[in-house]
């Protein structure tokens, strides 16, 4: 008997050439150039570089919120998903007007959903990340860390085929933010969601990512792609994760000539 392989992933992005530049008082600067990368359905991305070189505005460029100038952003989202693709910031940015249940809610306002449709998603978001009994909160009354727990629910609420995160654990305590990476991986395996997550943190990405793409240079260009082939569950501080890690910095700061540059 033959032994059955598992069927490869769609693709669900391809990023062919991408090149985006802005003029500003007569000047043009080139942010991201040449950018080349293919991610398939249920994938962990991590995407990982120094500020400015051009993380956030790569995931701008998936949502539709920057024009490239060059090269070709073909996304193919899963027919199933009810949303191409959903954001998470690193700031939760909540309605301070509304309770946690309607702050979930409200990406779902202008779907054809009933009002108790919307509810019972949002109560299903809330669970998901461990927040079933602070429906009723107000946001001032969240921490940190719940409050991100319910960007993430109202990001998950509108059933996206693509989940963006750009940075969002980098303002919470380390407690709080290893917590997070532990409940996303969780969430990711519960749901099969496609993530790119913008972090600077290398440690993070090589920790949560199946695969981590290291940006450098300016304008930014992908240095390199690594497969992470470490089995999950992961330990924390591991010798094969910190030599991934440490391979990451090296392919980041290749060829940088300031001396002051830290990552």
């Known amino acids: 008997m033959e032994a059955m392989t598992a069927p490869t992933p769609a693709r669900i992005i391809n990023i062919a050439g991408l090149g985006l530049a802005f003029e500003q008082d007569g000047q043009r600067t080139q942010v991201l150039q040449g950018l080349d990368l293919d991610i398939c359905a249920g994938e962990f991305i991590a995407i990982v570089g120094a500020s400015g070189v051009g993380k956030s505005t790569l995931l701008r460029v998936l949502m539709d919120l920057a024009k490239p100038t060059a090269g070709t952003v073909t996304i193919t989202p899963d027919p199933q998903a009810e949303r191409p693709m959903a954001m998470v910031f690193q700031d939760a940015r909540l309605l301070p007007w509304r309770r946690v249940l309607s702050n979930v809610m409200f990406g779902l306002e202008k779907t054809a959903l009933s009002r108790a449709q919307r509810v019972t998603r949002a109560r299903e978001a809330l669970a998901l990340v461990g927040l079933s009994d602070m429906a009723a909160r107000w946001p001032h009354q969240l921490s940190g860390?719940?409050?991100q727990?319910?960007?993430?629910?109202?990001?998950?609420a509108v059933r996206p085929s693509i989940l963006l995160m750009d940075e969002p654990f980098s303002a919470l305590d380390?407690?709080?933010r290893e917590n997070l990476q532990d409940?996303?991986?969780?969430?990711?395996?519960?749901?099969?969601?496609t993530i790119l997550f913008v972090t600077h943190d290398i440690d993070e990405a090589v920790?949560?990512?199946d695969k981590v793409v290291a940006l450098g240079g300016k304008p930014g260009v992908v240095r390199s792609n690594r497969r992470i082939d470490v089995l999950r569950p992961r330990r924390r501080g591991s010798i094969a994760l910190a030599d991934i890690a440490q391979e990451v910095r090296i392919d980041i700061t290749a060829d940088h000539r300031d001396p002051d540059f830290v990552i």
């Open 149 to 156: 727990r319910v960007a993430l629910a109202r990001a998950l």
């Open 207 to 209: 920790y949560m990512a």
């Open 174 to 176: 380390v407690a709080t």
């Open 183 to 193: 409940e996303l991986i969780r969430i990711r395996a519960e749901t099969g969601r």
């Open 145 to 147: 860390g719940q409050r």
